[in-house]
């Protein structure tokens, strides 16, 4: 089989009419994701039992099933019920990509709230104590000292799951979403050239990975500014 | 020099073999490639046994040629790359003879007509086609069509109607799901599978035929037909033989009305 150059250079084009839509499911999926995390991670430092056994659940079930099932389920699963379909929420619903954000959204969130309490738990007692000798409260102590360095040490791991989420949202296509992948998957059927469609998909989602990873790269050098001067004395 | 000697050897039985001389035992094994979702054309029963018209016509012409055969489970969009990629030697698929796929791929004759028609909700007045049952594109605008992704009814879509909001689907089953759902206000798909598996059913009580059966040949092509990689011509006449033969032994209509009260081809594709 030959390698077809010039159905790639006509197919890159079309492909990135897709990118739009896969930078909306990161995006939204990821805000969404971001802020249901740190309500868990509330949770589940809360010391509540009441607060910290459905968080523990909801971590459980959402990274103990596979995200292409997740998707399946809100897609497919839940307008099989009447009041679903007669609910506010299904013009949401209705929309597959409304379907593709809940379910990313709700999946990396389980990931990220571990994620951050990693970095919660990485901070030292050492500060937190100086913190009370200062007659801090718990909440001066929160937002003052732990979440700005948890953040910091969470931030490697975070970038991570922001790659993951990018790769999770080529599985909308399975779901009708014409994103970069489902734009490739008609072509593909189109032309019978999987080879050549299907490596210069890989090649832009690498491209998009390798930014992701400089920017998150630049966020830590900037978090970490302090740490970086101090090491001399070390 | 053993080898060669082995290698001879080898040749010799498979010769023998695939000349067939008694017809019981027989070397000659084609992979056939289908969707087996795809009912009542090509399924698996509850018992996990593949049954359907084109399962039927698979097992008829094997036993015409004296092959045997070899089912292969593979997804609609992808099943012309994995032929050409050798994952299968056959297409018995219920895939339309398509001057587009005839670029890539040989064809058999037609054994089953190709044809296509919209459904739609039946409390929903849709004024979708004209007298002469030509499509009204304006009337199409802002509706919501589910397709199965490269199908000749996606390509009909394309070409006729662009302006309607086209949504493309893996597979088949998810379409009548949709239209249930209203996620979709109009499917089209093969009409002889959407009144028996959808509509003849509970789930299809409220929806209906919209428009009349379409079967433009440019689209629709000359029928359904058996796919192959190009350049095995004797294999091809090999088939075409017993593919005539099926029809003019009314084998071909009695695979038909196992399903359906009439058959599915024309008797002159057996001339």
């Keep these: 089989m030959s390698f077809d150059l010039h159905l790639i250079v006509e197919s890159l084009p079309v492909m990135m009419m897709g990118l739009g839509i896969t930078i909306k499911l990161l995006i939204i999926s990821g805000v969404l994701g971001l802020v249901l995390a740190i309500f868990l991670l509330l949770m589940r430092i809360s010391g509540k039992w009441y607060l910290n056994f459905p968080a523990q659940m909801y971590i459980y079930v959402f990274r103990g099933t596979p995200i292409l099932v997740q998707i399946f389920i809100v897609y497919y699963g839940l307008p099989q019920f009447e009041v679903v379909r007669d609910s506010v929420f299904w013009p949401i619903l209705r929309e597959p990509t409304g379907c593709a954000i809940l379910a990313l959204s709700l999946n990396t969130g389980a990931y990220v709230s571990e994620i951050l309490r990693g970095g919660v738990l990485g901070v030292s007692k050492g500060l937190l104590e100086a913190g009370s ?102 | 020099m053993e080898l060669m000697t082995f290698r001879k050897l080898a040749f010799v039985f498979s010769t023998a073999l695939a000349l067939g001389i008694t017809g019981a035992a027989n070397s000659e094994t084609l992979r056939v490639g289908m969707e087996c979702t795809y009912a009542p054309f090509n399924y698996k029963t509850a018992d996990g046994e593949l049954a359907g018209y084109d399962v039927d016509v698979a097992n008829g012409v094997a036993k015409i040629i004296g092959a045997d055969l070899e089912f292969v489970c593979q997804e609609w969009d992808g099943m012309i790359p994995a032929l050409l990629a050798n994952k299968f ?90 239209l249930q759902n209203g996620r979709v206000d109009l499917i089209m798909t093969n009409p002889m599978k959407a009144h028996l598996k959808f509509l003849s059913k509970e789930n299809g009580a409220g929806f209906e035929f919209k428009g009349p059966t379409v079967d433009e040949e440019k689209y629709f092509g000359i029928g359904v037909g058996i796919g192959m990689r190009k350049g095995g011509d004797p294999l091809k006449t090999r088939l075409n033989n017993a593919l005539k033969e099926l029809i003019n032994s009314g084998e071909l209509e009695t695979y038909a009305r196992k399903i359906f009260p009439f058959k599915l081809h024309k008797d002159e594709w057996g001339q």
């Design chain 2, 89 to 178: 030697d056959l297409i018995i698929a219920s895939m339309s003879i398509t001057e587009k796929r005839m670029k890539k791929i040989d064809f058999s004759g037609p054994y089953r007509f190709s044809t296509g028609r919209i459904l739609g909700r039946k409390s929903k007045e849709m004024n979708l086609f004209d007298g002469m049952g030509n499509p009204i594109p304006e009337n199409f605008k802002g509706l919501r069509v589910g397709l199965e992704r490269a199908t000749t009814y996606s390509n009909w879509f394309e070409e006729i109607l662009p302006g309607a909001d086209v949504v493309l689907y893996d597979g088949s089953e998810p379409l009548y799901l949709d």
């Design chain 1, 133 to 234: 000798a200062l007659g801090m409260s718990a909440y001066h102590k929160f937002v003052y000292i732990t979440a700005p360095i948890a953040t910091r040490l969470a931030l490697p791991a975070y970038s991570n799951d922001v790659i993951s989420l990018l790769k999770s949202t080529a599985l909308a296509s399975t779901i009708t979403i014409a994103d970069m992948t489902g734009i490739a998957r008609t072509i593909v059927a189109d032309t019978y050239a999987p080879y050549e469609i299907f490596i210069s998909l890989a090649i832009v989602y690498l491209i998009f990975t390798f930014g992701i990873q400089k920017l998150f790269g630049l966020i830590e050098r900037y978090l970490g500014r302090y740490t970086i001067r101090e090491q001399p004395h070390e």
